[in-house]
């Protein structure tokens, strides 16, 4: 079967730096994305990774081992807008996209 | 702004009362997708048509059907609401399906079946 890994839950302080990660078992893989959704919202694009290495975007980063099957996403100067949950899912060779259940990220003062 | 655009944003329904839901989309992208999603968990594939290839995710149920009569609409009908059909709604579109084009989504409707 398929399946994606994230951890269900962090917690963080505001101005700090929290890395997500992201484990999966596809059949193929065609690319990686990191989606952020806030409670009761749409997801929301964040990143895309089809070759190994980091991706940097202004305070969110990703990173991609096709090897070992890991991704994750690092997120710096943490701002409490950044309260969120963050969704990881995976292209596989059908191009259907596989979704993990996200991670809720909780920032504190 | 060229965006997806879901109505209603919360629809109530009674238990086995058909129900529809829509989706626009001024992107002009060639695929729309239908997901269900639920508290704390993965948004679930639904449908998605990529311009008018209809392709149902096998484990939808039959109670789910979808429409799209044009590049710019889609619509959901839940033919008979059951309580474990409550869960938010969400609509989303891509340029293609294939390689690393994201999704975009619209707000979702939030669906609540008494």
């Not at chain 2, 039959?62 to 409550?86: E, H, M, V």
């Amino acid at each position: 079967g398929q399946n994606i890994d994230q951890p269900t839950e962090m917690t963080a302080t505001e101005g700090a730096i929290v890395q997500i990660n992201c484990t999966y078992q596809t059949s193929g893989f065609n690319g990686l994305f990191w989606y952020q959704q806030h409670a009761g919202e749409a997801p929301t694009f964040l990143s895309y990774n089809v070759l190994d290495g980091l991706e940097e975007k202004g305070r969110f980063s990703s990173f991609l081992s096709r090897s070992k099957g890991y991704s994750y996403l690092l997120l710096k100067e943490l701002q409490m807008k950044d309260s969120a949950s963050y969704l990881c899912a995976v292209v596989d060779s059908n191009y259907q996209l596989i979704w993990g259940a996200g991670t809720k990220l909780i920032i504190k003062p | 702004d060229a965006m997806v655009i879901q109505n209603p944003r919360y629809q109530v329904t009674q238990f086995g009362k058909p129900v529809t839901l829509s989706c626009s989309q001024t992107l002009n992208h060639n695929v729309m997708y239908w997901y269900q999603q639920k508290s704390s968990q993965a948004p679930k594939l639904l449908f998605h048509y990529y311009d008018k290839d209809f392709n149902n995710e096998a484990d939808t149920p039959d109670n789910f059907q979808s429409r799209r009569p044009n590049t710019s609409f889609c619509f959901l009908d839940i033919r008979s609401p059951g309580l474990g059909d409550a869960a938010m709604y969400l609509c989303a579109t891509s340029r293609d399906p294939t390689g690393g084009y994201e999704q975009y989504f619209g707000p979702g409707t939030r669906l609540t079946v008494t």
